[in-house]
């Protein structure tokens, strides 16, 4: 585990930003989780790409074979592309017949369209079919058969893919001294083409988005080529919808319209999941054409990000309708061999079940042993709280993956600290009623509970709070005296929750500096004006400021004798 080695797919550590995107979406849950970072585990991974084209960072991606390829070119062999027929999707429609000009000028020779390999093993493959088959063209539905679903390897049709169809007929047509690169957007091709019985037929895959990224290295710009044919051969314009969903039949010349009950075409993880579910006696079909991407090949990790679907969709169907022909030498593909077998691959299956004490074990640890704190929210990337605890359990998962827990958690150490702290700390309402306080503040003020509900006045002078109430301010201090005990003061609001919070700190016993004097007395001073201030318009509104003026005037008197009070203090210590 956590080792990613040489896989095909695997995560960019230093963009993995602890979101578990890749685990909700991954079909097969070949994603573990390690210190925050989400690593591919190989032996559980079908190669599909879903987390490469789902992750918002960029984590996961697809390993670069460009490397390999220029090795290949520089090696003084002649190297050919069999090209994916969903390239139309990939590029501008204007631009399809500029690509082999392009891959010319990149170092290639020869460039075919994938197309006679699709048109050859839908041929073959419906030769084979008997009461239900599976086409195999889709690489990640073999992987997900052979790891997962075993039990239908008997019903897979034995035909290679267009891909590995192709790269033989290519070898037979130029000879075995040339090399064969696929280019599609497909990452399980990369995979397929590491499979032993495979190795004949092609030497090497790029996806689109490597095509284009050493395209644009070498400022090769498809503006600026010319147009030319591909050096493909047959009638292919069937051949070229092989890459939407349900093109394999079209292909074929299925009635594929849906309304046929023996012969179904899908695409997407959940229902080539959902169909497997079924067990083969349940099969009722004669044929099913799964694709894992939804939409079908167009839908494939390797694709740049700027095309809609349903665009990817428009251009393949155009470019079939456009596309030109030429004519397939007799007997070309006599001898090729389109056979293959399909084996179940170990490792997929969990080693073990896990006991259910231990499931509660980690489900007690999350504070969820109570079904009704199990929210199945999905957050984690698992379904349900309890696949999260057995994934944790094989190592797979971590607790800090789930959100409620840890947003549980975190309130936790904050009520702990707020519990903890030497301050006093109260929370008013909107209204300034008081809705909360820990025990320093009760302990400072000589309160309990009793008060909750209360206005804050009826325990302490409330000016502050009024002022943030009025939208004086946003935050307010002062050094105040009440119950014997001086004390400091400051409170800010919350808007919005409509609340206001007054923190406190005990300075009876506190020698005051310089600074913490200033304060006062710049406190004092500040009341003072507003003193004169009501004085000046005493005359205009006497009855109203004279209650008002008599008591900041006390007040003031009052908070001038506490300081020298406090001052007398320093004195004589």
């Not at 958690?409 to 008013?428: C, F, H, K, S, Y």
Request: glycine letters at 6%; aromatic letters at 8%.
């Amino acid at each position: 585990m956590q080792k990613e080695n040489r896989n095909v797919v695997y995560t960019v550590t230093a963009n993995c930003q602890d979101c578990y995107r890749c685990v909700r979406v991954c079909p097969v849950k070949a994603i573990s989780v390690a210190e925050g970072q989400a690593y591919i585990e190989d032996e559980l991974c079908i190669k599909c790409g879903t987390c490469v084209r789902e992750c918002p960072q960029g984590a996961k991606t697809i390993r670069s074979s460009i490397e390999r390829v220029k090795e290949l070119l520089e090696s003084g062999r002649k190297v050919a592309v069999s090209l994916a027929p969903s390239f139309a999707a990939a590029f501008n429609p204007k631009d399809c017949y500029k690509l082999p000009y392009a891959l010319r000028k990149l170092g290639f020779s020869y460039v075919s369209e994938t197309a006679e390999g699709a048109k050859l093993i839908t041929e073959e493959s419906f030769k084979n079919t008997t009461d239900g088959n599976i086409c195999t063209a889709c690489p990640a539905v073999v992987e997900y058969i052979e790891k997962y679903k075993p039990e239908h390897i008997d019903v897979m049709i034995p035909v290679v893919s267009p891909m590995v169809a192709h790269g033989r007929l290519l070898k037979k047509r130029l000879g075995k001294d040339w090399a064969v690169v696929f280019i599609g957007p497909c990452a399980a091709k990369k995979q397929e083409a590491q499979r032993p019985e495979n190795r004949d037929a092609i030497d090497c895959v790029l996806t689109f988005t490597e095509l284009i990224e050493w395209m644009e290295e070498q400022n090769i710009l498809l503006d600026e080529c010319s147009e030319t044919d591909f050096q493909s051969c047959g009638v292919l314009d069937r051949a070229r919808l092989f890459p939407l969903q349900g093109g394999m039949l079209k292909t074929g010349d299925i009635d594929c319209d849906g309304t046929n009950p023996d012969v179904i075409h899908i695409s997407g993880a959940e229902d080539v999941q959902g169909i497997l579910e079924l067990s083969p006696e349940e099969w009722k079909y004669r044929v099913v054409e799964p694709l894992f991407c939804s939409g079908g090949c167009i839908n494939g990790p390797g694709f740049p990000k700027d095309k809609n679907l349903f665009s990817r969709k428009q251009d393949v169907v155009s470019f079939a309708k456009k596309a030109s022909n030429k004519t397939t030498e007799e007997g070309e593909d006599k001898g090729i061999s389109f056979e293959t077998a399909f084996h179940q691959q170990g490792g997929a299956a969990p080693k073990e079940e896990i006991s259910e004490s231990k499931i509660r074990e980690i489900l007690e640890s999350t504070g969820k042993s109570n079904p009704e704190m199990q929210l199945n929210c999905g957050a984690c990337g698992y379904k349900t709280c309890r696949d999260n605890a057995i994934a944790v359990a094989r190592g797979m998962a971590e607790t800090e993956m789930c959100v409620s827990y840890m947003r549980r958690l975190a309130q936790q150490r904050a009520d702990r600290i707020i519990e903890t702290t030497p301050n006093g700390i109260v929370i008013l309402d909107g209204v300034l009623n008081i809705i909360n306080m820990n025990p320093a503040f009760q302990k400072m003020f000589i309160c309990n509970n009793a008060i909750l509900g209360k206005h804050i006045s009826y325990l302490l002078d409330s000016d502050n709070f009024e002022k943030l109430a009025e939208g004086a301010g946003e935050q307010f201090e002062s050094i105040k005296t009440k119950y014997g005990v001086r004390y400091h003061e400051r409170t800010y609001a919350l808007r919005d929750e409509n609340q206001y919070v007054g923190v406190y700190s005990d300075l009876t016993k506190f020698r005051f500096d310089g600074n913490q004097i200033d304060l006062i007395k710049s406190q004092t001073l500040e009341q003072a004006k507003e003193l004169l201030y009501h004085q000046i318009r005493f005359s205009q509104e006497m009855a109203h400021y004279l209650g008002k003026s008599t008591a900041q005037s006390e007040e003031m008197v009052k908070r001038i004798m506490d300081l020298y009070e406090e001052s007398d203090i320093q004195h004589n210590d």
